[in-house]
């Protein structure tokens, strides 16, 4: 009767955030799995060292001796996007970007009852002018008046950019590395 093989016991790794500074404003957040926190760093330290981690885009700032780790911790689920993922010492290659909606998983290949498929919403500052403050008054509380048309702030950015989906009409994130292009 032959021996049964015991199976190599796999090390007990985790996910990890360790961020990557280029310099003093710019970071990056990358998951690694690893055994400890400390290990997380090193690997990450490693990779920087022999310049394996060249494709974390960083806009260039001072350029001060970067890139180095700055700060790792555990991975909580809570980082809903990471610039890259590494797994045994090797950068994962990141899945390409399918629009699909997570909550109901309309590809947006047919329109929707509601019409259209996806839409992009942003978040903008507007404006409109206080007229006064009406006092008080027997049943009515006191109330802040102000002129029905609005205006935008121009030099105010658009923030906030997430993807509706028509057939749902629920949000969901848009990728990061995914450039908009206005046309």
């Known amino acids: 009767m032959a ?20 310099d003093l404003s710019e970071y990056a957040s990358v998951r690694v799995f690893a055994e400890s926190a400390s290990d997380a760093e090193d690997t990450i330290s490693e990779m920087l060292h022999r310049g394996e981690l060249t494709m974390l885009e960083f806009e260039r700032g001072d350029d001060r001796e970067g890139p180095y780790t700055c700060d790792v911790r555990e991975d909580e689920g809570d980082h809903k996007y990471v610039d890259l993922t590494v797994k045994d010492g090797a950068v ?9 909606c997570p909550h109901c998983g309309y590809t947006g290949k047919e329109p929707s009852e509601h019409g259209g498929t996806f839409r992009l919403l942003s978040d903008t500052t507007i404006w409109r002018e206080i007229v006064r403050v009406r006092p008080a008054k027997k049943a009515q509380p006191r109330t802040l008046v102000v002129e ?4 935008k702030y121009d ?10 989906c028509r057939a749902c009409l629920k949000e969901f994130d848009l990728p990061k590395d995914l450039p908009v292009d206005y046309i």
């Open 148 to 151: 029905g048309l609005s205006d």
């Open 3 to 22: 021996k049964p093989t015991r199976k190599r016991r796999q090390p007990n790794q985790k996910p990890f955030i360790v961020g990557v500074a280029n």
């Open 92 to 100: 994962i290659p990141p899945k390409p970007f399918k629009l699909r």
């Open 155 to 164: 030099e105010d950015p658009e923030k906030n950019d997430r993807i509706e």
